[in-house]
């Protein structure tokens, strides 16, 4: 907590808007994350937060606005030229692959720090074979970190869902991030595995020093690891705090209860 | 010594091998349905037959050109196409089969409708059993590479493997130039067995026959490819005795396969709907563990 305080931010985002046709999924969002520390991201469904991670990895491009990391503009960057900048994400639906193992889907996290290609992989020269021998032991190394490295031969798609879900992280750390972005981690868990996932998201910022942007609805979860929150609704920022300031907020408690509250 | 006949099935299921096998990386490893192997082959066949007529380099180079040439042009055709998705490939690749039989048909250089006649025999046996080994060797060397399994990341889940930095486009048009490159020495190897090619030996029902060798065999499995293209070959000599019947036995075997084992004989990868024998307590009970489902 203490580093974040006084640190820079690695990510800005400078009025943001992202249109689909008439829609305005997102309006003028500025927000910042500041180096190593946890940020929440909240509000109610469709108010464009996986929208927001969405521009931020390359899928969607900002139809207005500015996106900066690590003092360069990566706004109209792909996705897979974004990740080797630093930025990893994980998603709402898991999106693992499903019939390969959890080794090799921890290890197309490492894809974009390797160099091996065609010639490399018909030839196997030397350097290649040591690329793919580094490249396995890194990579039951960040199984080992999400506690998975007893299930490494085993297909993703036979994993329980939390197993699944502390792969999608270990797949995206990987790639080695400055930056991670977490879209609702602890959906669907029962409480000891959302107690878990807090301490293995802490454990990912103090040990090995990343930023962490999420996005929860499981309050407890929000309120509980994150220093800073910002709360999107409709498109708009509305607020944004420390976790005090946001639950005393009348704007979010509007818009999350509605106004007769 | 093997009569000339059964010599003349195991040459071809040696060269479907190597179409079966390399049309599998891009259907059954990639992900990406396409009906247009033939035409690799028909430019692979071309070449290597062009380059002995006109050039009378030694067998191996003809060969190697013609796959050189029909991977340029499977990475020149993937550019464009591979951006499509699913059956708009599917119909894509077709056409571009079409084209390419009809340009054949009409260049002059190829022997336009008469083919091309008068190509030395060259293709033995033992070339097609080295063909077919150094192909599979190659296959299965990319496909345990970070380059392989970029190719099934794609196939498993195209928005997650670009997020996870694999330049989609770029590995799909590899795949399908390593896909034609093989598909090319198959054509090669062809064209310098029957002596004659004609553009019809490579049509439409060509590319479909290779894509039921490996749907049949099992996708995304080479075993599968393998058995499949032995299959394929065999059965409608096998069932040359029923004469007129044997390509409704051929289709009726189609059928049946797809109603009983949608995932083929050798594949894991089901394809319809979930939970083929192999995720069967039986099944597992049988294997004792599921160390082959983990096998390339």
Same mark, same amino acid.
């Given at each position: 907590?203490?580093?974040a305080?006084?640190?820079?931010p690695i990510l800005y985002a400078?009025?943001v808007?992202r249109?689909?046709?008439?829609?305005?999924a997102l309006?003028?969002v500025d927000l910042f994350v500041k180096k190593q520390e946890i940020m929440g991201l909240i509000g109610?469904?469709?108010a464009g937060k996986t929208t927001l991670f969405n521009l931020f990895t390359g899928h969607y491009q900002p139809?207005?606005g500015?996106i900066t990391f690590l003092?360069e503009?990566i706004g109209?960057l792909k996705p897979y030229a974004i990740i080797k900048k630093g930025i990893a994400r994980t998603f709402q639906n898991i999106r693992l692959?499903?019939?390969?193992?959890?080794?090799?889907n921890v290890?197309i996290g490492r894809h974009c720090?390797?160099?091996?290609?065609?010639?490399?992989?018909?030839?196997?020269?030397?350097?290649? /074979?040591?690329? *793919? &021998?580094?490249?396995?032991?890194?990579?039951? $190394?960040f199984?080992?970190f999400v506690?998975?490295?007893? /299930?490494?031969? *085993? &297909?993703?798609?036979?994993?329980?869902?939390? $197993?699944q879900r502390r792969l999608e992280i270990s797949r995206a750390l990987a790639s080695n991030p400055a930056l991670l972005l977490l879209d609702e981690p602890a959906a669907?868990?029962?409480?000891?595995?959302?107690?878990?996932l807090m301490?293995l998201i802490s454990k990912i910022r103090?040990?090995m020093e990343k930023t962490i942007l999420l996005i929860e609805h499981d309050?407890?979860v929000v309120?509980?690891i994150s220093e800073r929150i910002a709360v999107l609704?409709?498109?708009?920022k509305?607020?944004e705090?420390?976790?005090?300031?946001?639950?005393?907020?009348?704007?979010?408690?509007?818009?999350?209860?509605?106004?007769?509250? | 010594?093997?009569?000339?006949?059964?010599?003349?099935?195991?040459?071809?299921?040696?060269?479907?091998?190597?179409?079966?096998?390399?049309?599998?990386?891009?259907?059954?490893?990639?992900?990406?349905?396409?009906?247009?192997?033939?035409?690799?082959?028909?430019?692979?066949?071309?070449?290597?037959?062009?380059?002995?007529?006109?050039?009378?380099?030694?067998?191996?180079?003809?060969?190697?050109?013609?796959?050189?040439?029909?991977?340029?042009?499977?990475?020149?055709?993937?550019?464009?196409?591979?951006?499509?998705?699913?059956?708009?490939?599917?119909?894509?690749?077709?056409?571009?089969?079409?084209?390419?039989?009809?340009?054949?048909?009409?260049?002059?250089?190829?022997?336009?409708?008469?083919?091309?006649?008068?190509?030395?025999?060259?293709?033995?046996?033992?070339?097609?059993?080295?063909?077919?080994?150094?192909?599979?060797?190659?296959?299965?060397?990319?496909?345990?590479?970070?380059?392989?399994?970029?190719?099934?990341?794609?196939?498993?889940d195209?928005t997650a493997a670009e997020t996870m930095g694999i330049?989609?486009?770029?590995?799909?048009?590899?795949?399908?130039?390593?896909?034609?490159?093989?598909?090319?020495?198959?054509?090669?190897?062809?064209?310098?067995?029957?002596?004659?090619?004609?553009?019809?030996?490579?049509?439409?029902?060509?590319?479909?026959?290779?894509?039921?060798?490996?749907?049949?065999?099992?996708?995304?499995?080479?075993?599968?490819?393998?058995?499949?293209?032995?299959?394929?070959?065999?059965?409608?000599?096998?069932?040359?005795?029923?004469?007129?019947?044997?390509?409704?036995?051929?289709?009726?075997?189609?059928?049946?396969?797809?109603?009983?084992?949608?995932?083929?004989?050798?594949?894991?990868?089901?394809?319809?709907?979930?939970?083929?024998?192999?995720?069967?307590?039986?099944?597992?009970?049988?294997?004792?563990?599921?160390?082959?489902?983990?096998?390339?």
């Amino acid at each position: 907590m203490t580093l974040a305080e006084n640190s820079e931010p690695i990510l800005y985002a400078q009025k943001v808007s992202r249109y689909f046709g008439g829609l305005k999924a997102l309006e003028k969002v500025d927000l910042f994350v500041k180096k190593q520390e946890i940020m929440g991201l909240i509000g109610p469904n469709g108010a464009g937060k996986t929208t927001l991670f969405n521009l931020f990895t390359g899928h969607y491009q900002p139809s207005e606005g500015e996106i900066t990391f690590l003092q360069e503009k990566i706004g109209g960057l792909k996705p897979y030229a974004i990740i080797k900048k630093g930025i990893a994400r994980t998603f709402q639906n898991i999106r693992l692959f499903g019939q390969m193992t959890a080794l090799e889907n921890v290890l197309i996290g490492r894809h974009c720090r390797l160099q091996t290609g065609l010639t490399g992989a018909i030839l196997r020269r030397p350097r290649d /074979k040591q690329e *793919e &021998k580094e490249a396995e032991e890194a990579a039951v $190394e960040f199984l080992k970190f999400v506690g998975l490295d007893g /299930k490494k031969r *085993e &297909k993703a798609r036979n994993l329980s869902y939390g $197993e699944q879900r502390r792969l999608e992280i270990s797949r995206a750390l990987a790639s080695n991030p400055a930056l991670l972005l977490l879209d609702e981690p602890a959906a669907g868990m029962n409480p000891q595995e959302t107690t878990a996932l807090m301490k293995l998201i802490s454990k990912i910022r103090d040990d090995m020093e990343k930023t962490i942007l999420l996005i929860e609805h499981d309050m407890k979860v929000v309120m509980g690891i994150s220093e800073r929150i910002a709360v999107l609704d409709y498109g708009k920022k509305i607020a944004e705090g420390t976790p005090r300031e946001i639950q005393s907020n009348e704007d979010v408690i509007r818009a999350y209860l509605g106004d007769t509250a | 010594m093997i009569s000339a006949y059964y010599l003349q099935v195991m040459i071809l299921v040696g060269i479907n091998i190597i179409m079966a096998t390399s049309l599998n990386l891009v259907v059954g490893y990639t992900g990406q349905l396409s009906i247009g192997h033939a035409a690799f082959m028909s430019i692979g066949a071309y070449t290597a037959a062009l380059v002995t007529l006109n050039l009378g380099l030694p067998f191996a180079l003809s060969l190697l050109a013609g796959a050189f040439v029909a991977m340029l042009f499977g990475i020149l055709i993937g550019m464009p196409t591979l951006k499509l998705k699913g059956d708009y490939l599917a119909i894509a690749t077709l056409g571009f089969g079409e084209i390419v039989r009809i340009v054949f048909l009409n260049l002059k250089i190829t022997g336009g409708a008469v083919g091309l006649r008068g190509i030395p025999k060259e293709t033995t046996l033992l070339w097609v059993i080295v063909a077919a080994i150094f192909t599979l060797f190659i296959l299965k060397r990319v496909l345990k590479s970070r380059v392989g399994r970029a190719f099934i990341a794609i196939r498993e889940d195209e928005t997650a493997a670009e997020t996870m930095g694999i330049n989609s486009t770029y590995y799909k048009v590899l795949s399908f130039g390593v896909g034609a490159f093989f598909a090319g020495l198959g054509g090669g190897l062809f064209a310098h067995y029957f002596r004659y090619i004609h553009p019809n030996s490579f049509g439409f029902m060509r590319s479909i026959e290779q894509l039921c060798m490996v749907v049949l065999g099992g996708l995304g499995n080479m075993t599968g490819a393998i058995i499949g293209a032995l299959l394929v070959t065999s059965i409608p000599e096998l069932l040359r005795a029923s004469a007129e019947y044997r390509l409704v036995f051929y289709g009726a075997i189609l059928i049946i396969m797809m109603r009983v084992r949608p995932q083929g004989i050798w594949g894991e990868k089901v394809v319809a709907g979930r939970g083929g024998w192999r995720d069967s307590k039986l099944f597992k009970r049988w294997t004792n563990n599921d160390r082959k489902l983990k096998g390339l």
